[in-house]
């Protein structure tokens, strides 16, 4: 708590069913991205590398992974002394009946008293199933500087695609006068990224009121913001540029894998002053046989490549036996291709193997095919 | 349960990786791209259920220092188990005193004070995996006073000029232990690897000082090889001596080879690394990678044969790696061919674009430098 006073609350109990399978045992922050990341590295990362100490993770949906994994603070740095990762999933109290997390705003209600325990000045709300990078200490700066109640980071989207956010209409001088979830005619194209600064004392007390409100939503899009801006409190929108992926769907999942792909992009994840950290695996480098041929990929560790990979993304430990191709596809950690199969615009989930000579996905699909299960080889 | 004290020994003075070792203790030295050598014995000891390490620094203990840290990434419990770097304070002044029995004379408090009947001795410049739980049992059940571990090789005439050499009689006693001259093809390369009582080991250390101050652990055990019974255990699957630069180059050139790298590698015994948290590595259209071992954080645009990366490795458009060790961070620019080389860490082709040595006598970059 020591270096800026702001403790951050992480939102981890999404299941992302639009993930399908991916989804079925782990959360969606947990879901893999990047040839080695699970999505909550992102911003427990940007935490650290923000000087952020304390962090507490709100899981609810299919926690015992995601539990166990962030429980692990020292993986990002979390762990020195008044430094830590806190795992919150709803708990039964003395005062309280055990329930589940109502909504956003629900997550932080029920872990006042965990909240309270470290009196922050400052409290930042971060979604967990996110992809980007943040320094929010300068977002901090920003909301002190502009002497705000609130502060939502926001990100200009194209305006034919602002219906699909919350969009904020700020006056000139950046404050937020008006908020309208997923609007018809939006007003502008400023879209809420769901990353949000509060002064602790008076969100506590907003707080405190909406849990006894039997008609709120109990979230912070729906019900606090709007409370706010009817009390005409001082909201400021917070311009992040950069990069910044919400990723519902397998499509979308497989997008913002191929952006790594580009040269420069965006997201840079070798920038070293911003390092992305996550579980340590023990394998070798990456094993490209003699007769292999890579071209625009992002491989991992552990990887053994003894076929053809293009425009895609290996996570560790996947393998491309002799003569089979992987083309505009993602390998989860482990995935097998064995000999002679041909993968197109497909995401293997991790683990599962395709067989000799099995043909998965199409060139000219639509989508994106989810391989979650082995596929047989044709002999 | 473990019952054996783990020390990890470093490299004598007759051994010298020329280049590479100006800068780091050997088993600090870059392999195969994300480990450091000295992951190897520790990670045998780690797997072995050994939990107390001594790890000997001779000189330049930075790099290991830094790598080692608390050990945590070696799996050692942290309460119950440890990892100590040592080292003789007094050899850095003379070189002449700068022994292993000097270093563990000056450390013996430390090794008594651990409650462990055995030791295990292990080098820090070699890189195999040994199950030591099981060596350690061979070694009680066949009541030897010492047990040292070989490995038979047929190339001893054109390798391993820095190692010892054990000559054993029909019952894997050891009779004598000499240096390789390289006048026969077919020997036992001792690997530097001891076990015993722990109780002889500091008798041993003891009587090598008295015996003159120049002594190694080496020099006293061979010395004893009429008096105690000395066994030899050999050996099997990948063994490489980094005790001398092309030893170094062909140990890292030969593990490009799966199989080989499989002999090595067990998935059962792990071989644990400090992460660096690099990112996965980046192809480009341009590049084309063949027979090669890459590690994370690489940007390849050029094209890779035969070679081995290390972490963090930009290699442009239009140059040419080939037969070559990088380590981490080395750059290779555009248009540059380097071919048989050991790059050290974060040197930069740049201007000289023709870097070739001959393949039997592969050429070092200096770390830091620019060409």
Not at chain 1, 212 to 219: E, G, L, R, T
Request: aromatic share 8%; proline share 3%; hydrophobic share 40%.
């Amino acid at each position: 708590m020591k270096q800026n006073n702001m403790l951050a609350m992480i939102l981890a109990g999404g299941r992302g069913s639009r993930l399908h399978e991916l989804t079925n045992k782990v959360a969606k922050p947990a879901v893999f991205y990047g040839g080695k990341y699970r999505i909550i590295d992102f911003p427990l990362s940007n935490c650290a590398n923000s000087g952020i100490d304390v962090v507490g993770v709100l899981t609810q949906y299919e926690s015992i992974l995601l539990n166990s994994y962030v429980a692990a603070g020292r993986r990002w740095g979390l762990d020195a002394k008044e430094s830590g990762v806190y795992v919150l999933p709803p708990r039964e109290k003395a005062d309280a009946n055990l329930d589940v997390y109502r909504g956003t705003a629900d997550a932080i209600s029920q872990n006042i008293d965990f909240i309270d325990t470290f009196s922050p000045e400052y409290l930042l709300i971060l979604s967990g199933d996110h992809i980007y990078k943040m320094n929010y200490a300068k977002m901090l700066a920003y909301h002190k500087e502009c002497n705000a109640d609130a502060t939502i980071a926001v990100i200009e989207v194209p305006m034919r695609e602002a219906s699909r956010f919350g969009i904020m209409n700020a006056d000139e001088t950046g404050r937020i006068m008006e908020f309208e979830e997923k609007p018809e005619k939006p007003k502008s194209n400023l879209a809420s990224m769901g990353i949000y600064i509060f002064n602790w004392k008076a969100l506590r007390k907003l707080l405190m009121d909406d849990i006894k409100n039997p008609d709120s939503h109990h979230d912070f899009g729906k019900d606090i913001i709007p409370t706010m801006l009817n009390e005409d409190k001082r909201l400021f929108a917070y311009k992040f540029k950069g990069y910044w992926k919400d990723v519902g769907t397998i499509d979308s999942l497989w997008e913002a894998n191929m952006d790594l792909l580009d040269k420069n992009n965006e997201l840079d994840l070798n920038d070293l002053t911003w390092k992305i950290y996550t579980e340590d695996a023990a394998t070798l480098p990456h094993y490209v046989g003699p007769d292999a041929k890579i071209s625009r990929a992002f491989i991992n560790q552990g990887c053994v490549i003894e076929g053809e990979v293009k425009n895609s993304v290996l996570f560790t430990g996947a393998t491309v036996a002799a003569n089979a191709k992987v083309i505009d596809s993602v390998l989860m950690p482990g995935a097998e291709v064995e000999e002679g199969a041909v993968v197109t615009r497909a995401l293997v989930a991790d683990g599962v193997k395709i067989g000799k000579n099995a043909v998965v996905g199409s060139a000219d699909s639509e989508h994106i095919e989810l391989v979650s299960k082995r596929v047989k080889g044709v002999e | 349960m473990s019952k054996a004290l783990g020390i990890i020994n470093f490299a004598g003075k007759h051994i010298w990786v020329d280049g590479l070792q100006s800068y780091r203790p050997l088993g600090a030295l870059s392999f195969l791209g994300r480990y450091r050598i000295i992951d190897f014995p520790i990670s045998n000891m780690s797997n072995s259920g050994i939990d107390q390490i001594q790890v000997y620094v001779r000189r330049k203990p930075r790099s290991m220092v830094e790598h080692l840290g608390t050990g945590r990434h070696y799996n050692i419990n942290s309460k119950r188990g440890k990892l100590q770097v040592l080292f003789s304070e007094n050899g850095v002044e003379n070189d002449v005193y700068n022994t292993d029995i000097a270093a563990y004379l000056e450390n013996m408090k430390c090794i008594e004070e651990i409650n462990c009947p055995y030791v295990v001795i292990a080098p820090s410049y070699m890189v195999y995996c040994e199950n030591y739980s099981s060596l350690l049992k061979t070694h009680i059940e066949s009541e030897a006073d010492i047990t040292l571990l070989y490995h038979t090789v047929d190339n001893a005439k054109e390798a391993y000029f820095n190692c010892n050499i054990l000559e054993l009689n029909r019952q894997k006693g050891v009779l004598s232990i000499e240096q390789n001259h390289g006048n026969a093809k077919n020997r036992n390369i001792f690997m530097d690897t001891y076990v015993m009582k722990k109780d002889l080991f500091i008798e041993l250390v003891r009587k090598a000082k008295k015996m003159s101050s120049m002594f190694t652990l080496t020099d006293i055990v061979k010395a004893e090889c009429g008096e105690l019974d000395i066994r030899g255990v050999s050996h099997r699957g990948f063994f490489a001596s980094v005790t001398d630069f092309k030893a170094y180059y062909d140990a890292n050139i030969s593990l490009i080879d799966l199989k080989t790298a499989k002999s090595l590698f067990d998935p059962e015994w792990p071989i644990y690394t400090r992460t660096n948290d690099s990112c996965p590595t980046q192809y480009f259209e341009t590049g084309s990678v063949k027979s090669s071992v890459v590690s994370n954080g690489c940007l390849v645009e050029g094209t890779v044969e035969n070679s081995v990366i290390g972490r963090g490795c930009v290699i442009k458009k239009d140059a040419v790696v080939k037969n070559s060790v990088l380590l981490p961070g080395a750059m290779v620019g555009a248009g540059v061919h380097v071919e048989n080389y050991v790059v050290d860490k974060d040197a930069k082709l740049i201007r000289g674009k023709e870097i070739v040595a001959a393949p039997e006598n592969p050429g070092y970059i200096k770390r830091d430098d620019v060409l």
